[in-house]
C-alpha cells in the first residue's frame, strides 16, 4: 500500500531558527513529490515539486531535497516567521502513463508553530 | 499563477437540505478536478475524480448519490452534499491539475460546511 509519513506530527519553534520536516514514502512507481502549505481554514499552496532526477528545489526560505534511493525528502524552512505557522504537507504522485497520476498520496503533515 | 476558485468559502444549512459548491479553474482549462474533505488536524482524504464531460471517478467508501459531482465545463466542477447531516459538517476542498506528470496541482481555499 502507497504511503507518505511525515514527521515529526507537530513542531514549536522560535521566530528567526531554522527546522527541518521529514517525509517518508512507499509510493512506487514514483513521479513527483510536492510540498505544500496549508493555514488554517485554507486551501494547501504548491512550495516545491521535484522528479525523481531532482536532489533539491528552493522556493525563498523553503528548501526541498530528494532522496528516491532512500524514498526520503526533508523540507528545510531557513529563519523562520510568524507566518510560517501552519500545516506542511508531503504529497507523492506515481506516474501519470500508469495510470495512477491522480493518485496523489498525501502525508498526514507536520504542524509547525512559530513563536516569539 | 494558475488559480483555483471555490465558492462559498462557509455555508450553514439545515439538516436535511442539500448544498452546492463550486470549483473554478480561473486561467486554465482543467480536465480533471479533485474533491476532498479534510476533517480537522487531518490530511486530505481524496473523494471523487471529477472529469469533464463524464462520470465522476469516486473513491471507495464514498456515497455518489450523497456527494453528486458534476463537471459540465473544462473550467468548472460542481459539488452537491444532498439531504445533508450533521456528520457531513467539514472542509470541502477542491482541486485542479494542468497538464503532464510534473503538471501544477491547484487548490481552492476550501469550504466549510455546517449543517445544523
Known amino acids: 500500500k502507497n504511503q507518505v509519513e511525515q514527521s515529526p506530527q507537530s513542531l514549536i519553534i522560535l521566530e528567526g531558527k531554522n527546522c527541518t520536516l521529514q517525509c517518508n514514502y512507499t509510493v512506487s512507481p514514483f513521479s513527483n513529490l510536492r510540498w505544500y502549505k496549508q493555514d488554517t481554514g485554507r486551501g494547501p499552496v504548491s512550495l516545491t515539486i521535484m522528479t525523481f532526477s531532482e536532489n533539491t528545489k528552493s522556493n525563498g526560505r523553503y528548501t526541498a531535497t530528494l532522496d528516491a534511493d532512500t524514498k526520503q525528502s526533508s523540507l528545510h524552512i531557513t529563519a523562520s516567521q510568524l507566518s510560517d505557522s501552519a500545516s506542511y504537507i508531503c504529497?507523492?504522485?506515481?506516474?501519470?502513463?500508469?495510470?495512477?497520476?491522480?493518485?496523489?498520496?498525501f502525508g498526514t503533515g507536520t504542524q509547525l508553530k512559530v513563536e516569539l | 499563477g494558475a488559480v483555483v476558485s471555490q465558492h462559498p468559502s462557509r455555508v450553514i444549512c439545515k439538516s436535511g437540505t442539500s448544498v452546492k459548491i463550486e470549483c473554478r479553474s480561473l486561467d486554465f482549462q482543467a480536465t480533471t478536478m479533485f474533491w476532498y474533505r479534510q476533517f480537522p488536524k487531518k490530511s486530505l482524504m481524496l473523494m471523487a475524480t471529477s472529469n469533464e464531460g463524464s462520470k465522476a471517478t469516486y473513491e471507495q467508501g464514498v456515497e455518489k448519490d450523497k456527494f453528486l459531482i458534476n463537471h459540465a465545463s473544462l473550467t468548472l466542477s460542481t459539488l452537491t452534499v444532498t439531504s445533508a447531516h450533521p456528520e457531513d459538517s467539514s472542509f470541502y476542498i477542491c482541486?485542479?491539475?494542468?497538464?503532464?506528470?510534473?503538471?501544477?496541482?491547484?487548490f481552492g481555499e476550501g469550504s466549510r460546511l455546517t449543517v445544523l
Open positions: 504529497v507523492v504522485s506515481p506516474p501519470i502513463l500508469t495510470g495512477g497520476g491522480n493518485k496523489l498520496t
Open positions: 482541486s485542479a491539475r494542468t497538464s503532464g506528470d510534473t503538471g501544477e496541482l491547484f
